[in-house]
């Protein structure tokens, strides 16, 4: 798989990464046998970054990912591992965002991943105000001096928490949405993160299962998965479930995308490709529920390019259908 610099970083990580939120909960039920053959046959297919975060499943995405990692040889196994801070945070205000909580969460993580320095953690999702104050940063590099994170970023919601936090020195990476229906960080956020050398991680790169194509007006989801208890917002931002994209859009929009999908190709790997070839990016991060799902997106890293004429129609549909929805609110 094509490596590509995670930003401040300095690590190199194949283009295709893997998503754990899924490991912990909120997409339905996935055993622990069956989270641990997905991060085998990710890894298997050239994944070398893993996504997770404190709050996925209050811990068992990390424990999960720990786990694995002490069977694939722990610290020395060539993996970069990410996790997320905050939103454990009760309530999730500002005011919360100190130097005690952050080494309390990462001191929690470390236990968690059986590690004794973080790869990379991200700010989760934070209050807008927290990225614009210098105590932040200075807990921040706090944690790097004293050993017990790596490198350190921030997940955002909008473009604007990224350029905030992108103007930062010491910020190594923005994990942002970006997908064929999340088309705004295109404009600003990835050309300011190249100029800096801010790495880029997308998230939601599927739309939460849209752009699989495989969805329709009829397909219902689990009680205890986000796509059945989020689709307003009710339990954090809507952004984050099906991209902000009012359902019946999306399913309607999807249709047309399936339609471009190249021979040999599932819809879902012309959607992961459509991110890889975005300059500025440095990793995507797809969840997968089974080992199969996970080594197809895997192998969206070596689709051919998408070729212009494909990049244009994928824009009209945007353009269309879909940016009145999202393009002004994030």
């Known amino acids: 798989m094509e490596k590509r610099v995670l930003g401040r970083t300095g690590r190199d990580v194949g283009v295709v990464g893997l998503g754990c939120w899924q ?3 909120d997409w339905g039920d996935v055993g622990d046998d069956t989270a641990l053959q997905i991060l085998d046959a990710a890894v298997d297919a050239g994944v070398t970054f893993l996504d997770t975060a404190d709050v996925y499943g209050d811990g068992r995405s990390e424990r999960l990912v720990g786990r ?3 069977a694939r040889g722990g610290a020395g196994s060539g993996l970069t591992v990410a996790t997320k801070m905050g939103r454990r945070a009760d309530p999730h205000v500002a005011d ?3 130097l005690d909580a952050f080494r309390g969460w990462t001191d929690r993580s470390r236990s968690n991943l059986g590690v004794d320095t973080l790869d990379l953690v991200q ?4 209050p807008t105000a927290v990225l614009s104050r210098e105590s932040t940063y200075d807990a921040l590099d706090t944690l790097v001096d004293e050993g017990r994170v790596a490198a350190y970023g921030v997940s955002v919601e909008t473009v604007d928490e990224a350029l905030t936090a992108i103007a930062r020195p010491n910020v190594a990476s923005i994990q942002i949405i970006l997908n064929i229906f999340r088309r705004k960080p295109l404009d ?3 050309p300011a993160a190249a100029e800096a050398g801010v790495g880029i991680i997308a998230r939601v790169p599927l739309a939460s299962g849209l752009l699989s194509g495989t969805y329709d007006e009829h397909t219902t989801f689990a009680a205890d998965d986000h796509r059945s208890f989020n689709r307003h917002g009710e339990a954090f931002d809507v952004g984050e479930t099906f991209s902000g994209v009012p ?3 999306g399913v309607a929009a999807a249709r047309e995308v399936a339609a471009l999908t190249p021979a040999g190709a599932t819809t879902a ?3 992961l490709r459509w991110i890889v070839e975005q300059p500025g990016v440095s990793v995507v991060i797809p969840g997968a529920r089974t080992p199969d799902q996970a080594r197809a997106n895997a192998a969206a890293a070596d689709l051919a390019p998408l070729g212009d004429d494909t990049s244009e129609r994928l824009r009209t549909i945007y353009d269309e259908r879909v940016r009145e929805h999202v393009h002004g609110r994030w």
Request: aromatic content about 14%; glycine content about 10%; some cysteine.
């Open 96 to 98: 919360a965002y100190t």
């Open 269 to 271: 790997q012309l959607a």
């Open 247 to 249: 359902y019946d859009v």
């Open 123 to 126: 700010l989760h999702c934070p």
């Open 188 to 190: 600003e956020v990835l």
């Open 68 to 70: 694995f990692l002490a």
């Open 23 to 25: 490991l912990g909960g």
